[in-house]
């Protein structure tokens, strides 16, 4: 009998790693690897962010910050709509309303709302790596 145990446990152990490594090659046919470069006024955005939404609703989204143009996000396959934002620092600004009060970057979105808040820009990844996926926007 114990024979017989092992030799299950076995199968049993042979049949879980089959199931997984089935079900691991299933997941990254839903998942793309996007890369590529953003481009304000033919300038790299300094500093920004990109995300990625399936256009269905449904699916895996992505998202990656912007640095001196470039990005690589993990994101879904299919139709996508993108949403860029650029961060522009205008002052300085107190923390808290009190005298000695550290202060941060005051920043305002750079670009215009036709590339976020009501985006128009989109992109159709395929399953793995999606490089080139680049955006050449105008700040007006």
């Known amino acids: 009998m114990t024979t017989s145990f092992f030799a299950l446990r076995a199968v049993g152990f042979a049949f ?59 994101a879904g396959v299919g139709d996508m709509k993108v949403i860029i934002t650029g961060i522009k620092v205008v002052g300085k600004i107190k923390q808290y309303d009190t005298p000695d009060s550290p202060t941060v970057d005051d920043v305002r979105e750079l670009l215009p709302d036709k590339y976020n808040k009501n985006t128009e820009l989109t992109a159709t990844l395929k399953p793995g790596p999606n490089a080139g996926v680049d955006f050449d926007l105008k700040s007006k």
């Open 16 to 74: 879980g790693a089959a199931a997984l490594l089935l079900s691991a090659g299933c997941a990254d046919n839903n998942k793309s690897v996007v890369s590529g470069t953003v481009l304000v006024d033919g300038q790299p955005l300094a500093n920004g962010t990109i995300q990625f939404f399936p256009s269905d609703g449904n699916g895996q989204t992505g998202a990656a910050g912007v640095t001196d143009g470039k990005y690589t996000a993990n």
